[in-house]
């Protein structure tokens, strides 16, 4: 396939990270070509979703069905004050189009379920997981294992932090590891610093990824602990029996 | 065996926030019970009414996945256990 051009403007907008050795023009091409959807537009998809479009992500479709809240500004930075009671994928697409007019957005008002999921991340070559909830979490993963997409998942607590990548076929997904997901009481603590870590290891995991350069958090979990300042690596197992990608078992 | 067992924050409720425990054990069942014997109620944070860990959960041994039959797998002197929950904000 004919790769795309690079404009004298993106040689200029992307010089710094053109300049990395294992990325090159060639890297910048490749991100220009991709698509990525990031599902949840809060503390996680909102840097998330900066970065891709700051790296220059061709195509980033962000989806949430919530509405911006006065509550969620101490961490979804792509929300302002002035956005209070927008749907949020408007609120982010506005934005990003403007940080970076040159690559295409879409945003969609949806809430996730297991009968749109597949959908919504078709035709995408990674999806971010910025979702607040399990149950969305555990549907976009079953959908990314069924789409064999990439999926890179991310969670937070109050100060503590996890992610790993997830190839379908090849890792563990996130059901083979944990089935399923604690009941949550009421709303859990966060700081913003939190999901901002989180997403940004995230957004590296996806340019390496669709790039083809160096280690990817794949078959391993990264924990992190912003109090105690500790960052575990550990390696997950597959389970055979995983209901959602048993079958997919190399 | 002596084995050093380290708590999720999230668990530390039934450690009066202790982090790190020494426990002893000829597999991670036998840590877990002596872990509840020095932190009474702790097991029902890491296992359901049957007895099998909790789906949420997952116990590393020197940072590799302990799952499947967690709690039969052996452990040898100076390991060092992680319990892990997931956790699901975004």
Same mark, same amino acid.
């Given at each position: 396939?004919?790769?795309?051009?690079?404009?004298?403007?993106?040689?200029?907008?992307?010089?710094?990270?053109?300049?990395?050795?294992?990325?090159?023009?060639?890297?910048?091409?490749?991100?220009?070509? *991709?698509?990525?959807?990031?599902? @949840?537009? @809060?503390? #996680?998809?909102?840097?998330?979703?900066?970065?891709?479009?700051?790296?220059?992500?061709?195509?980033?479709?962000?989806?949430?069905?919530?509405?911006?809240?006065?509550?969620?500004?101490?961490?979804?930075?792509? %929300?302002?004050?002035?956005?209070?009671?927008?749907?949020?994928?408007?609120?982010?697409?506005? /934005? #990003?189009?403007?940080?970076?007019?040159?690559?295409?957005?879409?945003?969609?008002?949806?809430?996730?379920?297991? @009968?749109?999921?597949?959908?919504?991340?078709?035709?995408? %070559?990674?999806?971010?997981?910025?979702?607040?909830?399990?149950?969305?979490?555990?549907?976009?993963? *079953?959908?990314? $294992?069924?789409?064999?997409?990439?999926?890179?998942?991310?969670?937070?607590?109050?100060?503590?932090?996890?992610?790993?990548?997830?190839?379908?076929? /090849?890792?563990?997904? #996130?059901?083979?590891?944990?089935?399923?997901?604690?009941?949550?009481?009421?709303?859990?603590?966060?700081?913003? $610093?939190?999901?901002?870590?989180?997403?940004?290891?995230?957004?590296?995991?996806?340019?390496?990824?669709?790039?083809?350069? @160096?280690?990817?958090?794949?078959?391993?979990?990264?924990?992190?602990?912003?109090?105690?300042?500790?960052?575990?690596?550990?390696?997950?197992?597959?389970?055979?029996?995983?209901? $959602?990608?048993?079958?997919?078992?190399? | 065996?002596?084995?050093?067992?380290?708590?999720?924050?999230?668990?530390?409720?039934?450690?009066?926030?202790?982090?790190?425990?020494?426990?002893?054990?000829?597999?991670?069942?036998?840590?877990?019970?002596?872990?509840?014997?020095?932190?009474?109620?702790?097991?029902?944070?890491?296992?359901?009414?049957?007895?099998?860990?909790?789906?949420?959960?997952?116990?590393?041994?020197?940072?590799?996945?302990?799952?499947?039959?967690?709690?039969?797998?052996?452990?040898?002197?100076?390991?060092?256990?992680?319990?892990?929950?997931?956790?699901?904000?975004?």
């Amino acid at each position: 396939m004919k790769r795309c051009m690079l404009l004298e403007s993106d040689l200029v907008r992307y010089g710094r990270q053109i300049l990395y050795p294992n990325f090159g023009e060639e890297g910048q091409k490749e991100l220009k070509e *991709s698509h990525v959807a990031v599902a @949840g537009l @809060g503390g #996680l998809g909102s840097p998330a979703s900066i970065y891709l479009a700051c790296a220059g992500v061709g195509h980033i479709t962000v989806v949430d069905d919530d509405h911006v809240e006065l509550s969620n500004l101490n961490r979804q930075i792509l %929300h302002w004050e002035g956005d209070i009671g927008e749907k949020k994928p408007l609120s982010a697409a506005q /934005k #990003l189009s403007q940080l970076n007019p040159s690559i295409e957005v879409t945003p969609i008002f949806e809430r996730i379920t297991e @009968g749109n999921a597949k959908d919504i991340i078709k035709g995408a %070559h990674a999806v971010i997981d910025g979702m607040d909830n399990f149950e969305g979490r555990f549907i976009l993963n *079953s959908a990314c $294992v069924a789409e064999g997409i990439p999926f890179i998942h991310g969670g937070i607590h109050g100060l503590l932090g996890e992610i790993t990548t997830i190839i379908p076929g /090849k890792t563990p997904c #996130l059901a083979c590891v944990f089935p399923e997901g604690p009941k949550i009481p009421g709303m859990i603590p966060v700081f913003g $610093v939190t999901p901002a870590l989180i997403a940004i290891l995230q957004v590296t995991e996806v340019i390496k990824y669709l790039v083809g350069f @160096g280690e990817l958090l794949t078959g391993k979990m990264l924990y992190t602990n912003g109090e105690t300042m500790e960052f575990a690596l550990v390696n997950l197992t597959k389970n055979p029996d995983c209901k $959602v990608c048993g079958g997919n078992r190399k | 065996m002596s084995v050093k067992v380290r708590i999720h924050p999230l668990l530390q409720e039934f450690t009066g926030g202790q982090e790190v425990a020494e426990v002893s054990g000829r597999n991670v069942g036998e840590c877990l019970d002596h872990l509840e014997i020095q932190f009474p109620g702790i097991k029902r944070g890491l296992c359901d009414k049957r007895g099998k860990v909790l789906n949420y959960l997952e116990i590393y041994i020197n940072s590799e996945s302990s799952y499947p039959e967690e709690l039969t797998k052996s452990v040898n002197d100076g390991d060092e256990l992680t319990i892990v929950i997931l956790v699901g904000g975004g």
